[in-house]
């Protein structure tokens, strides 16, 4: 069942109401775009997470994902010792903290992301996955 028949079965007010800060995910992790493909699969093995973002000079500008892996660098047959950033997704792709889960939901599924940054003042504070919405909707 797909997330927009879900959120079609809920209350859509109150999801309406509950705001991407509130389900996001905090702890972020990030790397320098150099890191290779190797290191960043360990560091998601290891701390159980399925995103790192790319930042060069305090700057975040992409993410890596697990499905990145399965798509770009087993089906290119690329080195684990490829650069991050010959991998990663550019522009890294946002929502503002105050929006709604169902705005974060709308945008995941027109750009067919399983993954947003999250912003406030233009500073990237969280991510939120499709996972964090099928996680609020099993409540």
Request: charged fraction near 25%; charge should be neutral.
């Amino acid at each position: 069942m797909t997330v927009r028949v879900l959120l079609a079965m809920s209350s859509e007010k109150s999801l309406s109401e509950i705001l991407v800060k509130d389900i996001m995910t905090k702890a972020l992790i990030s790397v320098d775009p150099g890191t290779t493909v190797f290191q960043v699969a360990k560091m998601m093995e290891q701390g159980g997470i399925g995103a790192v973002f790319v930042k060069k000079d305090d700057t975040t500008s992409g993410i890596i994902t697990d499905r990145d892996f399965a798509i770009k660098i087993a089906t290119q047959k690329l080195s684990i010792e490829t650069p991050v950033e010959k991998v990663a997704s550019y522009p890294l792709e946002t929502i503002n903290s105050s929006e709604s889960i169902l705005v974060a939901a709308g945008q995941m599924s027109s750009k067919k992301l399983r993954k947003l940054a999250v912003v406030e003042d233009s500073k990237i504070i969280g991510i939120i996955t499709s996972t964090d919405l099928v996680n609020q909707l099993a409540k």
